[in-house]
């Protein structure tokens, strides 16, 4: 269980954020709605499907030995899976290089020093002066 939820925790927050940041800005909630469709999906798989393909029916809940087989079978067929899917990927995905975007005109800001956003940003606003004292 702890290998698991560490494997959600480093897995599912960078995928929602590739899958977002892929998406124009205008369309982030169809976005945000296919990666969490997809997400249901495969978990309903995994629940529907595995057990089934691992032979653990109604009847094998009452023979624990059985079970303990069956779910043997289970975890196999799913780490299958899963490095079936990591190498599909690792094949498939291909990320094109980023074009350089031209220098933007440099900006001052006025803000405070806490870790917040600029009060106001211009281009024609000058740079704060510090004083010394």
């Known amino acids: ?3 698991l939820g560490l494997g959600l ?8 954020a590739t899958a977002l940041s892929a998406a124009p800005a205008e ?3 169809i976005a945000s709605a296919v990666n969490n469709d997809v997400a ?6 995994a629940v529907a499907v595995l057990p089934a393909l691992a032979g653990i029916t109604g009847s094998v809940y009452q023979n624990p030995a059985a079970l303990t087989s069956g779910f043997h079978t289970a975890v196999i067929i799913a780490g299958v899976a899963s490095a079936a899917g990591g190498l ?4 498939t995905i291909r990320n094109p290089p980023r074009k350089r ?6 900006r001052h800001a006025l803000h ?3 870790d917040a956003p600029p009060l106001r940003s211009t281009p024609e606003t000058p740079a704060p002066q510090r004083t010394a004292g």
């Open 9 to 16: 925790a480093c897995n599912v927050a960078p995928l929602t």
């Open 1 to 3: 269980m702890i290998v």
């Open 27 to 29: 369309h982030s909630g």
């Open 88 to 91: 599909l990927a690792s094949v």
């Open 101 to 106: 975007a031209a220098k933007a005109p440099e």
């Open 40 to 45: 249901r999906t495969a978990s309903l798989i």
């Open 112 to 114: 405070c020093a806490l």
